[in-house]
């Protein structure tokens, strides 16, 4: 079955703008988390969606948010973008609710750069 | 959050030899896995192992829930497992380590 799906995979974006990333979860899945990855700051949890609802956070500002729609499919949207949100940002889906002996799978993430 | 400790940082090897990469978390979990980081920026998932020892291949990790740690093993290592390895302990998300740079040379 086809795996989880991050359009785009690159992107160049200008200070001030706002972006929005996509994610397809495997067919099935129903929990979409993101995560972002810096050199400085490594991989942190930004927030995780079940069934449409956000489920849990990550210690991020507010121009971060995202939202999952009815076939799972997630977006996460960055507004007045600054030069230090240059990252990669991931997309992992699981099976069912995390803990019920299913791991996450990730996508091959969308690299943003800000200038 | 679970705080994740691994070593070494960076581990230099040669084709065909064998090495073992070690996680400490610091709050006991019902869930783990290890990822390999591939040049491209993708986490591959290589094993979901919350405890006991599971082996896929050349790779093999074992997680001792009670005692905070997990070990991976690569055996007879080869240039396509360079990268960076990530152990993941997870209550309601992942929680990552900086991670263990591995260079193979051939």
């Known amino acids: 079955k086809a795996g989880v799906t991050q359009t785009p995979r690159y992107l160049i974006k200008t200070r001030g703008q706002q972006v929005t990333l996509s994610c397809s979860p495997i067919s099935g899945h129903r929990s979409v988390s993101w995560y972002q990855q810096t050199p400085g700051q490594g991989l942190q949890f930004l927030f995780e969606y079940f069934s449409e609802t956000q489920r849990n956070k990550g210690n991020f500002p507010g121009r971060f948010s995202g939202r999952q729609f009815s076939n799972s499919r997630s977006e996460m949207n960055v507004s007045t973008l600054e030069l230090g949100d240059s990252a990669l940002y991931l997309c992992a889906s699981s099976a069912v609710t995390p803990g019920q002996g299913h791991g996450y799978t990730f996508g091959s993430g969308t690299r943003l750069t800000v200038v | 959050g679970i705080q994740v400790e691994q070593s070494p940082p960076d581990l230099i090897l040669q084709e065909g030899a064998n090495s073992t990469l070690r996680c400490n978390f610091s709050?006991?979990?019902?869930?783990l896995q290890w990822f390999h980081q591939n040049p491209w920026g993708q986490l591959i998932n290589l094993f979901y192992i919350p405890s006991g020892t599971k082996q896929n291949g050349r790779l093999s990790a074992t997680t001792v829930a009670t005692e905070r740690y997990s070990l991976l093993y690569i055996s007879s290592s080869q240039t396509t497992d360079s990268g960076v390895y990530f152990c993941a302990p997870w209550g309601y998300k992942l929680s990552f380590g900086a991670g263990t740079t591995v260079t193979v040379r051939a």
């Open positions: 709050d006991s979990v019902n869930n």
